[in-house]
């Protein structure tokens, strides 16, 4: 009785111990962020081109602000850098993801339905650039969102 209660706690501990290390684990991010950098295809000012490094921690990229109790990626901020590419699916992995600039560049393509995983998304400006298609109806799953700028695009309206 007493073991199985000791295994029993053990085992909670185990348990708790994993939950926090995913919640503290910074890799989904960075991976996030490289898929991002990776569907960029011009950088003129090599904003991202070497600061973008594995090397560092994703917490001092350009851009990227983190929360300090999770140390995940809050805030991301890549406007006004004159970047030309496209949104990958895996921006979705962003989760903890509270503010999205990325006004002003030259991102185009379709915004990607994954990007419906930004639960906690409060911002989100996607002003000057040169997306596409129609604009998404998941944006109505972003119950947190009270900023959207989605003008000088060419987005659908029905
Ligand atoms: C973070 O997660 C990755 C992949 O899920 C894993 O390989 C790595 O060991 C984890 N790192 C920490 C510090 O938990
Ligand atoms: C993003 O999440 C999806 C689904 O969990 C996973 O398949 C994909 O590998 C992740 N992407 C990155 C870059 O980690
Ligand atoms: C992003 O950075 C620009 C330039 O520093 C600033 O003007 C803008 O307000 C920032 N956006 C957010 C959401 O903080």
Redesign the pocket.
Known sequence: MEKAFTFFLLTLLLLMASSA??Q?????DQLSLLSLKAQIISDPFHFLYENWSPAVSVCHWVGVTCNSRHHRVKCLNLSNMALMGKIPRDLGNLTFLVSLDLGSNNFHGNLPQEMTRLRRLKFLDLSFNNFRGKVPSWFGFLHHLQVLNLRNNTFTVL
């Open positions: 290390m995913t503290t684990n910074i890799t989904i």
